[in-house]
């Protein structure tokens, strides 16, 4: 994909809330950038599967990895093809009515099918997972040895064919005080303190890993303006 | 289901880290009653569709609701085989190796055929669907027209066949102050500060629904014990 425009194609055109759709390629590679998990579907013998799958995006692609021995991602590396959803829950957005009452999300769905990466692209899509997934730690631990790159397989998926979903605001209709309060509780995903493993001493410090994972996803922002997509 | 043993078909055995594999019904209800967003996949002609859509749990079986137009609930209203993740990630792992190094998350996996609910079932699944996604509106609105039930699909799909998968704790694999740190960095869902719609006035009382759902998605608990499951 080298415009910044999204093709829509028969998959990835919104039929319904069409002003929901996004074709800006920026806000996909920041959902994509911002989440742990995609949900990554596929069927067998018509009958569909789906499972959460850690991550990452490599540019125009999107990088996923598991087991060599998991079923799904091997039926994906076979070439199945796979529909693999990203999403935020972003808010509830609390309106006069539970039909006008929503919530606040960002999702990508991207379509296609997978190639299976080896030898050097392999260790490379595994440090672009590894930054994805825990940014700093690649450089903090060993490399994978032999054995272990054996045993994981990592999928590419070209992001040629995504639908992006967006909403973001308030409630829709007119609102003021006599008709109670509406508005936005925002959501988000927080970072807890970090818990050393057992044998491992409370007062060894914490890796810079760590400190970068916490920036990554702070508590959420306490938003005082909201915005009407 | 009527048993608290979940059972195990063709489709829900976890043939990949077993011990992962959770039968444990009780654990099942938690992971659904915690969730605001499920992954329904979904195949057309072979090729599979997933999306985010709301849902709550009511009993024994999954509620699903959406537009009467948008085109995968229409697909499960027919007949077709969905299968609906629920997934939540609960933390990080940092072990002393990247191929050690894991996430903890709670997960399950519904697969079955919908059925569409009509008339005062069809409104008592809203009602059900409202208090999971939003405790307590729905007594503080107006109820639903008749209308917006016309506007509104709402699917119930059978907990019969369910694989929940489930990892807690700490690194595996022996660690101690001289590998480094190892540990697990918490995630969870945050509620951030409520922002009143435009018209309404910032003065005006929050409703209780909204202290509702900041109750059931507090900061994450600051643990300080890892427990190996």
Redesign the interface.
């Known amino acids: 994909m080298t415009t910044d425009l999204l093709p829509i194609t028969e998959?990835t055109r919104v039929?319904?809330?069409r002003d929901r759709q996004v074709r800006d390629r920026q806000m996909l590679d920041e959902i994509l950038d911002t989440g742990?998990?995609a949900?990554?579907?596929?069927?067998f013998d018509?009958?569909?599967?789906?499972?959460?799958v850690?991550y990452a995006r490599d540019g125009d692609r999107l990088l996923l990895h598991g087991?060599s021995?998991?079923?799904l991602l091997r039926a994906a590396a076979a070439g199945g093809?796979?529909?693999?959803?990203v999403?935020h829950?972003d808010?509830?957005v609390?309106?006069?009515?539970?039909?006008d009452?929503s919530?606040n999300?960002r999702?990508a769905?991207v379509?296609g099918t997978a190639s299976v990466l080896e030898g050097d692209q392999r260790l490379d899509a595994?440090r672009t997972l590894?930054e994805h997934?825990?940014p700093g730690?690649?450089d903090?631990?060993?490399p994978?040895?032999g054995r272990?790159l054996a045993?994981?397989l990592v999928l590419a998926l070209p992001l040629d064919e995504v639908s992006v979903k967006v909403r973001t605001g308030?409630?829709s209709g007119?609102?003021?005080?006599n008709?109670?309060?509406?508005?936005?509780?925002?959501?988000?995903?927080?970072?807890?303190?970090?818990?050393?493993?057992?044998?491992?001493?409370s007062e060894?410090?914490?890796?810079n890993?760590?400190h970068l994972?916490?920036r990554r996803?702070p508590?959420?922002?306490?938003?005082?303006?909201?915005k009407e997509r």
């Not at 949900?39 to 069927?43: E, R, T």
């Open positions: 998959r039929h319904r809330l742990l998990v949900h990554v579907a596929l069927c018509g009958q569909p599967v789906v499972l959460p850690a087991s021995g998991a079923g093809q796979i529909a693999v959803a999403t829950v808010g509830l609390y309106a006069t009515s539970l039909f009452s919530m999300y999702s769905v379509f595994l590894s997934l825990m730690r690649w903090e631990v060993r994978p040895t272990e045993a994981t308030g409630p007119a609102v003021d005080d008709t109670g309060w509406a508005g936005v509780l925002p959501l988000g995903v927080h970072t807890g303190k970090p818990v050393a493993a057992d044998g491992v001493s060894l410090p914490l890796p890993s760590i994972a916490q996803h508590t959420p922002p306490q938003s005082t303006t909201i």
